[in-house]
């Protein structure tokens, strides 16, 4: 909540202890809306929680609506854009920043996400240390030679509008190798009087003109901030998905055993853990405003990725309460949910998530891209969505 002081801490992974919780209605196909529960509460915090996107014998069905009849819903897909009402400004006098000590979790390298809860509770830098290293990095412009990371790609989903959409969106470390990260709005339906999260949600890692290269990874539990489920909180306009391990499409007449879709011919194989396929991206928080970040998404236009280096400042839009936002400008990236990056390293593609593009004020050269600070309450949500083991497997 905002205002709220988090107790301080050393060690990033021994933290929090969560308390039990029960699932929040969502709209997805085949999946029944259930009455609303309370949410989990964790350090005084409050976080929702909703229920299954798709249970495991659900996934297979999400991911044949996308890819049926050469992958049409994906093709037709468009950018999201939402109205949410941003025209931040720079702020001048109050703006966001830390709440506790600065903080970062590891990316973990594809095939190492078995490892992601050890060494998540285990950093061995001090807080010191470890902010200076995220917060060092390349001067603000245009991006060079930069090796554009596999755990970037598309989220698609059934917008407020009844119609196929995207955002980009990225695999972050977890405890169990199945977490991505992307704008709230790119979940959550923002209408007021609505609290339910978008249907027949998926991600796509690598994401390039109706091709799967690392398989469609179904969302199975969402976690975000109350303030934004409740209230379209700007200030905490993000969330994290929890996924099932990916599939592929086959044919049902490649000589395996397969499960057809009728008019399709189209079964699906087990491509394993999101996490061991792209690995993660690390996350910070509360780090010092005005450091490089690299932001790396999808142009509007297009399904290829592009980046630029940008110094954030502190942002805040008084005509929607909305004080604890950062702004990047200008910046190549056109999309929501794509992340911002601390300490990126090409050769390994991994860095530190410190920000989500949720919009853009003003328009042209001169558009701000606009992303919550990530402190302490972010950390919260993003901890107990990390630690979220749901039943395994894909099929019941």
Known sequence: MKGMPLPSWGVVAAVLILAAGVPIPVRAQAVPLQTPTPVIRAEGYDIALSHALATSSQAAPVAAFWLKHGGRALLSATPYAPETGITARRALLDGPGPDVKPGLVAAAAAGKAKDAAAAARTEPKSDRSRATEAGSGTRSGTSKNINLPRTIGKAFFIG?????????????????????????????????????????WVFIPGYHRGRAPWGIYIGRQAFTHRDFATYGDADRDYAFVSVTDGLAPRRADAGERSEPWPGNGLGFTDTGRLGDRVG?????????????????????????????????????????????????????????????????????????????????????????????????????????????????????
Request: aromatic residues 8%; glycine residues 12%; contains cysteine.
């Open 160 to 200: 407020a509008d009844g119609r196929p959409h995207w955002c980009s969106a990225t695999s972050v470390r977890s405890d169990h190798g199945d977490l991505v990260a992307t704008a709230g709005h790119c979940v959550y339906d923002i209408r007021p009087g609505s609290a339910t999260t978008l249907r027949n």
């Open 280 to 396: 993660g991206q690390g996350l910070a928080y509360n780090l010092r405003i005005g450091r490089p970040l690299l932001i790396i998404g999808h142009a509007r236009r297009s399904d290829s990725l592009v980046s630029s280096y940008g110094r954030p400042f502190a942002a805040a839009d008084p005509a929607i309460k909305a004080a604890g936002l950062i702004g990047v400008r200008p910046t190549r990236t056109d999309a929501v949910g794509s992340p911002w990056l601390a300490a990126y390293r090409s050769p390994r593609g991994l860095g530190y998530l410190n920000g989500l593009t949720i919009g853009f004020s003003g328009t042209g050269r001169t558009a701000t891209a606009v992303s919550p600070y990530f402190d302490g309450e972010l950390y919260t949500v993003y901890d107990s969505a990390r630690r979220f083991r749901a039943e395994s497997g894909n099929r019941t």
